[in-house]
């Protein structure tokens, strides 16, 4: 099947009270691995890319490749969404290649660094909401700030610092028009999220549980939510590593996030953590060999055994065939009959 609208996974999800887990790509490894995932546990999925990931693989190899996963696994709803868009041109040089999904982050400024004003985002926001949905795409919106600096995007510190708030939230969702919000509650991009396992002094679930309640219609998304296993750790530092001791968002955490409207997941610390650790091992216990294969097929391996555990905690899997993929020409006319009525 072609690739999909995000708009339509998540709807989907919310009617089955699931998560679905966003992962990121920047080559043709990891997609495999998601897609080999998505198949065995026949799960819906969102393959996303950032700006840093666009320029590392180029936007025509990344795309080329993703065509290639729909034609090789048709039963798998598939989105290509952008992840962390810094300005109306990233998301739509993304819309003009064939992303079918975009996030314009106007949470910080184009720098990827700097907090915008509330105006800055809602108009810069809504400027990306009415082209995308001119095409039937979807727009992933965010109110308030992750902490961390990861593929260069992140406003630094812990996190805590731009706590989402409700009311900004619920005036954000209703002058944007965007299908899903992303949401500040204490996590962070990269590995170093937490220095020690997370409680409610520094994971706001609460402050996540009172926006669904105000905005129950909207599909929320949890950002830096790699729950950083100790087991992925320990293997990169048994092979030579140096990782420092922490933690990530715990996986009761996240469902408990979706039993409370979060319809949509990132992942990337972890898969990198996997495929970095297989690759280790392959160096330290077999240092003769060269061949890439020799270390990229337990790579791939490594990462597709943990999407494929986080579909399952997620609850995506085994609704890759629920429903009919509907056309983004078709998702156009619903966007303008929703606009007609408004």
Known sequence: MPLVSMRQLLDEAAKGGYGVGAFNVNNMEQIQAIMEAARETKSPVIVQASRGARSYSQDKFLYHLMLAATELYPEIPTVLHLDHGNSFETCKSAIELG????????????????????????DVTRRVVELAHSKGITVE??????????????????GLEHITDPDQAVEFVEKTGVDALAIAIGTSHGAYKFTKKPDGSVLKMDRLIEIHKRLPQTHLVMHGSSSV??????????????????????????????????????VDTDNRLAITGAIRKVFMETPEKFDPRDYMKPAREAMKKVVALRMTQFGQAGHANDYAPIPLSEMKKRYESAMAHA
């Open 229 to 266: 296993p100790k087991d992925l750790q320990d293997i990169i530092n048994q092979y030579g590593g140096k990782l420092k001791p922490t933690w990530g968002v715990p996986v009761e955490e996240i469902q408990l996030g979706i039993r409370n409207g979060v319809r949509k997941i990132n």
């Open 141 to 158: 919106g965010e109110i308030g700030v992750l902490g961390g600096i990861e593929d260069g995007h992140g406003a630094g510190g812990s």
């Open 99 to 122: 992303f079918t999904s975009v996030m314009m982050d106007g949470s910080l400024l184009e720098d990827g660094k700097t907090p915008s004003t509330f105006k800055q985002n809602v």
